[in-house]
């Protein structure tokens, strides 16, 4: 009986993963919508106007017609929160809802091997969809998918800075990192950084960054007024919409950092696209859910 239970759940949180990739492709986030409605307005260069009111109109195109609002539908990521979690059960169900979401959506196939590029069909491979596990102290269950193409990811670099470079040194790299991006990442960008670590949690960091809403800064009050300041610089590069020029190269940047080596400061510029890709599923106690 307790098998049969764990197999409704795990098949019912398959069913919800489906639906949850399906918005992510489909719908932007409020937030985002804001951000681009908002560059679109102050935009002062022509051409950038003209690339953001495309952008503007392919989300309400895309919403209308029920379709994924980018061709490159990219490598799907799940964060998953939670105060225990069954692993295997879990990353079960999510491997099942890539494969069914990819058919039914749909979604471009674009995993492959690094080496054959031999194309694995369905968007699952080794090791991918790639699950970040975050156990928190919360009575409910939280899974974030995060679909993202390889314009932006493609762009992402890390960099290890001389420790005695400082916050200048900080922003010199992000800003030299945008310019030299130019259009490859679909500008207006939200820039994601990590700070401080080991090399690995450096890119963690700034994955991590990833999912928080744009407009929500870092709870700490000289790295929210280093993301503000980072802002503000990325767009006097007249980098712009799409690298055609402009005021609004990005809609936000992100900041998360960690203590590091007295030796070291790594330095991570993950870069997303202005299709930025995200939705949340949360599982109260009850059984209930719901996703945004």
Not at 31 to 57: F, M, P
Not at 153 to 166: F, I, Q, T
Request: aromatic share 4%; charged share 25%.
């Amino acid at each position: 009986m307790a098998v049969e239970c764990v197999e409704l759940k795990v098949r019912r949180l398959e069913e919800a993963v489906v639906q949850l990739i399906r918005k992510a492709a489909i719908e932007l986030p409020s937030d985002v919508k804001e951000a681009l409605w908002k560059a679109y307005k102050s935009e002062t260069s022509k051409i950038g106007r003209i690339q953001l009111k495309a952008i503007l109109e392919n989300i309400t195109a895309a919403e209308s017609a029920g379709k994924p609002l980018c061709q490159d539908t990219g490598l799907i990521s799940f964060y998953v929160r939670s105060r225990s979690i069954d692993h295997m059960a879990v990353e079960k169900a999510l491997r099942r809802a890539v494969v069914r979401a990819s058919r039914l959506v749909p979604l471009r196939p674009s995993v492959v091997h690094p080496l054959t590029r031999l194309n694995t069909g369905n968007n699952t491979g080794n090791r991918i969809p790639n699950i970040l596990w975050m156990l928190e102290d919360i009575d409910h269950m939280e899974v974030t998918v995060v679909l993202k193409g390889a314009g932006s990811e493609n762009s992402s670099d890390l960099y290890m800075l001389p420790p005695g470079e400082g916050v200048k040194g900080v922003k010199r790299t992000v800003v030299e990192a945008v310019v030299k991006a130019g259009g490859q990442p679909c500008p207006p960008t939200i820039v994601n950084i990590g700070l401080g670590g080991t090399v690995d949690l450096t890119f963690k960091m700034a994955k991590l960054a990833l999912i928080r809403p744009l407009g929500k800064r870092h709870p700490e009050g000289g790295i929210a007024e280093l993301e503000r300041e980072l802002l503000r610089l990325v767009n006097s590069t007249g980098v712009g919409p799409m690298g055609l020029g402009g005021r609004n190269t990005a809609l936000e940047v992100k900041i998360e950092y960690a203590h590091g080596h007295t030796a070291s400061l790594p330095l991570a510029v993950n870069f997303q696209c202005w299709a930025d890709r995200r939705a949340t599923l949360r599982i109260h106690p009850d059984g209930s859910a719901e996703i945004f």
